[in-house]
Each structure stands twice: as C-alpha cells, then as structure tokens.
C-alpha cells in the first residue's frame, strides 16, 4: 500500500511579511499625511480638535445621505419582487362570456375598517376597559369580512390591482408596503375563487423569500405599534390587523404563510405577551385590551392557539411561583406585573373555550407538557395565596377547571 504524503501548510512567505509591511506603513503615512492636511486647512479661531470634529460631521451626514438612498433603493427592489410575485400568482383574467357580468370582491379601494372618534378616550384615564368585541378599542370592527365594492370584471389585471406604494409619509405608515401587497394577495384569492382570474399559489413556495420578509415587515411594524401606541390610532395600523387575520384565517394562504413564516409568529405572540406584562404606563389598559384582542384573534386558527396557550401557561405558572415565594419569605412583589397579568388570565380563558368547543367536536385529548406543569402542585399555590390574593387565586381556579373539564390540546 502505497502511502503519500500529505503537504504540510507553509507558513507566511517573506513576500507576504514584506506586502504586509507596506500596507501598515502606507496606512500610517495617509494617517499623517490627513492629519497635516487638516492643519494646513484650518481656519483661524478654530483648534485642531474642533475643526477635525466638523470635517468628522461632515462626512457622517453624506453617509447618512447614501445609507437613506440605498434603503429606498432596497424597498424599491423589494416592491418590483412583490409585484413580480403577484404577476406570476395571478395567471390572467378570464373574459369568458358567461363570467363578464359576475363581479369581483376587491379591497383596494376601501377601508376595511371603520374607525371611531377617540376624543372621548384619550379625555379618560384609560382605566375603562370595556368588554366590547374584538378590535372595538382600535376602532376596527369585529367582523373583518364586510362587503366590497363591485368592480368589472372584464378589466384587466394591471387595472384592478395598482401597483404598490412604498411612500411613506410617517412613522406610522411604514406598514403601508406589506399591508398592500397582501391585501392585493387576498384579493387573488377571492377572484380566483370566482373564477374570474387563474391563480397559481405555488408560486408562494417558490419564492419564500418575498412572502417571509413582507410578513416580518407587518409583524415589526405592529410590534413597534404595540411597544408605544398612539392614539388615535391611524388606518393603516387598523387596517394592519385586519390584513393579519384575514391572512392567516384564509384556508387557502395560511398553509403557505405558516408554513414559511410560523417562527416569526411565535416570535410576535411572545413579544405582545411581554408588552401586556411590562406595560407600566398610567393609562395603559386601553393598549393591553387592544393587545389582548388581537392574541384572541390570533388565536382562532388552531396552529398559533396551541402555541399560545402553551405560553401563557407557562407565564402564568412563572408568576404564580414567584408571587408565592415572595409571599413566603415577605419580600415585594411586582404590582404592577401583578395587574397586568388578569389579561393574561382572560386571554388563556377565551382560548381554553375555543379550544373545549373544538375538542368536544373532535374529541382530541392529549396533555401539553406546560399543561402538566401548570397542574403540578397548583392546588396547595391555590391555598397559601388565597387569603392574601383571593382574585388571582380565583383566576388559577377558573383556568385549572377549563384545563380539567375538558379534553384539551395543547403542543
């Protein structure tokens, strides 16, 4: 057997120790030769100092002005692929005799919502939480599938669906760009279901690039909403939420959207808990109860509620470990944590009924690991909290007896 050697690595050659050498020589004379150059060129009453700080401002405001100029650019390009995406989902339209005359759903030109006057809230305190139907405190009504406007059918594609605007004028309107492009996305879908256009939507596995980042863009946007809202809150922050739902309650596009973008929405759920139970505004619970009504929303699709569930429990479980052992030992505890986490207890409440709703159609049962955890020696939290905490000993006892009286599901 024939052995052969292996070539050992050489290390650096004198040719390469030399280039080495003149790069860090060359560099120190440029230094120098800089710092010469801004001496000769200072003017009076100013010191060395001083006047390399202005040239350093200088040169921060053109990169800035590059930096601005290549994001546009990039959302640019990032518009020509969305709108590429929706030319190649959306085959053609059909003219076929008999179709001329049905009408297509569109939402281009209409609000998806209704938005109230918020004078009256922002006099209050904002302590008033109603229990009004979901999306009632950002102005945006319950029921997301309105009716549209009736358009002809015979136009073509170019003109039923505009192309997308990435202007922004605000902050705010920064959830413009995903906001259109699935709104137009939904619209393919219910003129496909008329039969009026031919839609191919493997084109969304395709190319999972264009359909991941609009969604990170939407859940950002909400996110940073969340993290300091505004009020009153504006259309395209309404109408945000609305496209979310829609989007992810469609039979059709939610296999496609969840199946590329799930991490991000588990990343989203977490991040609204953790603003309900960081909150510590004033007047915070007019934006813990839009909060908590869109986890419930969330929550409607079956993949994100198991999940969802899971997380509260485990945040509830955390919390109520805590609030005993500060008991115990007669430390402090977080109050205001303490009042923020009954959304949390209301949230899981509604979910739970879901889910017993469904269970009992089903009749699924399988115990989830925070299930268990939740369960395990809640009895005796329940009896040492009860005398100095009797509502959040009453909410672990409400939410044990949705875990127990029926068959739950939970990932």
């Known amino acids: 057997m ?35 150059a801004i001496i000769h060129s200072k003017p009076p009453g100013k010191s060395c100092k001083e006047y390399t700080e202005h040239l350093a401002k200088i040169v921060s405001e053109q990169d800035f002005g590059w930096k601005s100029k290549v994001e546009v650019l990039e959302a640019e390009v990032f518009r020509l692929r969305q709108e590429l995406l929706l030319n190649k989902i959306c085959r053609r339209v059909c003219l ?3 179709k001329q005359g049905a009408f297509a759903e569109t939402l281009l030109d209409q609000e998806c919502i209704n938005p109230v006057s918020y004078s009256s809230q922002l006099e209050d305190s904002g302590c008033d939480v109603s229990n009004d139907c979901a ?8 029921d997301f599938h309105q ?50 256009l031919q839609a191919d939507f493997t084109e969304l596995e395709n190319d999972s ?17 969340y993290n300091s809202p505004k009020f009153p809150v504006s259309n395209v922050l309404t109408e945000a939420v609305c496209v979310l739902i829609r989007l992810i309650t469609d039979t059709k596009l939610s296999n496609h959207v969840l199946k590329k973008c799930f991490k991000k929405l588990e990343e989203f ?25 869109t986890l419930v929303l969330l929550g409607r699709n079956k993949i994100l509620r198991n999940s969802l569930i899971s997380f509260l429990l485990s945040e509830l479980r955390q919390f109520a470990e805590q609030l005993l052992q500060a008991y115990q030992i007669h430390e402090m505890y977080d109050i205001t944590q303490y009042e923020n986490i009954f959304s949390l207890f209301m949230i899981l409440e509604q979910l739970l009924q879901y889910q017993t709703e469904e269970s009992n159609i089903s009749s699924l049962d399988y115990d989830g690991e925070e299930k268990i955890k939740f369960l395990k020696n809640l009895d005796q939290i329940i009896l040492h909290l009860s005398d100095e905490f009797p509502l959040f000993s009453l909410y672990l006892w409400r939410v044990s007896v949705l875990l127990n009286s029926a068959q739950i599901q939970i990932d």
């Open 209 to 225: 690039f264009t359909i991941c980042n609009s969604v990170s863009q939407l859940l950002d946007g909400l996110t940073a909403f």
């Open 269 to 293: 759920k977490k991040n609204l808990i953790q603003i309900i139970l960081r909150n510590s505004s004033v007047n915070r619970f007019q934006a813990l109860d839009a909060v908590s009504h």
């Open 135 to 142: 999306f009632d405190s950002l102005g945006i009504a319950s």
């Open 147 to 196: 009716s549209e406007h009736n358009i002809d059918a015979s136009k073509s594609w170019l003109e039923i669906v505009p192309p997308l605007n990435l202007c922004c004028a605000s902050k705010d309107e920064s959830l413009t760009a995903p906001v259109q492009f699935f709104q137009h996305l939904l619209e393919i879908r219910k003129l496909s279901e008329g039969g009026i």
């Open 2 to 36: 024939e052995l052969r050697s292996v070539p050992q690595s050489r290390g650096p050659t004198a040719e390469d120790k030399g280039r080495r050498e003149n790069q860090v020589w060359y560099l120190k004379i440029s230094k120098l030769a800089l710092a010469f």
């Open 96 to 98: 076929e005799s008999g």
